[in-house]
């Protein structure tokens, strides 16, 4: 199902190879509000979140000389990228979590029903995101936030349509759950 | 398309018609004006969308914008120096060749000259005619 229409980043890139900076600022534009809102969304700390992106932009421009034009859709490989450095991220915060100090507990006084009038939609959405398993997450952030197609996504993640799908369906489902009750 | 099917794309890609597969679309689409479980179903995901779209995160900001940009910056002018690097290295390379090559000459020629004249010389009915010693006296 993968489609072979031209890559709409193809004129972009050729340009940022050449080290134009027209094309660089445009880059820019286009994909690092992409890549910072991939990172936010996996990552939950914008700090973490900026250095991803930067990082996946410094990889562009290494990149972008040497592209091998027709060979992979350029921002499918570009997700790739800026998912395996959350990755990177995600193992190193584990292992630093395993020596660290266990995270300070919630105050059982205050009541959750005024927590929650306290956050608004958007956090609560947020947070029921960073509930979901790591694999469910990456799935609704690469298909539904960052809109790939389903067959770009599962690309990125390195599995199937179906195990997309799967993933996909299991995290609305939790995803549902965690809303109940909360209206837009 | 059949109206499991319908229920699963609905239950995975949302209420969005966008978001679904290429391949089904129109099949789902035409799918939905003939199934009312169905509408009912994307009624109700379409209220999750509506949740879901409530989470954005703020764009970067210039301080951003302007990191990016020095990067590349950096980068680029970096790679201008490693290439002009390269350039430089062969043709030192290749002026160090010549250098070599032209002293592996000059120091090798004479010694091939005096051994070519040693051979020549080798090769030449000696110089003095025999020493008369009365032998070949009549």
């Known amino acids: 199902m993968a489609t072979e229409a031209a890559d709409p980043d193809d004129e972009l890139l050729r340009c940022?190879?050449?080290?134009?900076?027209?094309?660089?600022?445009?880059?820019?534009?286009?994909?690092?509000?992409?890549?910072?809102?991939?990172?936010?969304?996996?990552?939950?700390?914008?700090?973490?979140?900026?250095?991803?992106?930067?990082e996946s932009l410094l990889r562009?421009?290494?990149?972008?000389?040497?592209?091998?034009?027709?060979?992979?859709?350029?921002?499918?490989?570009?997700?790739?990228?800026?998912?395996?450095?959350?990755?990177?991220?995600?193992?190193?915060?584990?292992?630093?979590?395993?020596?660290?100090?266990?995270?300070?507990?919630?105050?059982?006084?205050?009541?959750p029903d005024l927590r929650l009038v306290q956050q608004d939609e958007g956090v609560r959405v947020a947070a029921a995101l960073r509930t979901l398993p790591e694999r469910q997450r990456e799935a609704i952030v690469l298909?539904?936030?960052?809109?790939?197609?389903?067959?770009?996504?599962?690309?990125?993640?390195g599995i199937s349509v179906e195990a997309l799908e799967s993933l996909l369906s299991r995290a609305r489902r939790s995803l549902r759950a965690a809303l109940q009750g909360v209206r837009a | 398309m059949t109206p499991e099917r319908l229920a699963g794309i609905l239950d995975t890609y949302g209420a969005k018609p966008a978001r679904w597969p290429d391949a089904e679309r129109a099949a789902a689409l035409q799918r939905l004006t003939v199934d009312a479980a169905a509408t009912q179903r994307l009624r109700d995901e379409a209220l999750l969308d509506v949740l879901l779209d409530c989470s954005t995160v703020p764009a970067p900001d210039a301080a951003m914008i302007q990191r990016a940009t020095a990067a590349f910056r950096q980068h680029h002018g970096l790679a201008i120096l490693r290439k002009w690097w390269v350039g430089c290295t062969l043709a030192s390379a290749a002026l160090a060749g010549a250098v070599a090559g032209t002293l592996v000459i000059a120091v090798a020629m004479p010694r091939f000259e005096d051994q070519q004249l040693l051979e020549w010389v080798d090769a030449q009915p000696t110089l003095f005619t025999p020493v008369d010693i009365g032998e070949g006296a009549p």
């Open chain 1, 16 to 54: 940022v190879g050449k080290g134009d900076a027209t094309a660089m600022q445009a880059m820019v534009a286009r994909k690092l509000p992409r890549l910072l809102a991939l990172a936010t969304r996996l990552l939950g700390n914008r700090s973490d979140a900026e250095e991803v992106a930067q």
């Open chain 1, 60 to 111: 562009i421009w290494r990149q972008a000389p040497r592209w091998r034009f027709g060979e992979a859709r350029f921002d499918t490989w570009l997700h790739r990228v800026a998912l395996n450095l959350c990755h990177d991220r995600l193992r190193k915060r584990h292992r630093e979590e395993l020596v660290a100090e266990p995270p300070e507990q919630p105050d059982p006084d205050a009541s």
């Open chain 1, 143 to 157: 298909q539904y936030y960052q809109g790939l197609p389903n067959t770009a996504a599962a690309a990125v993640m």
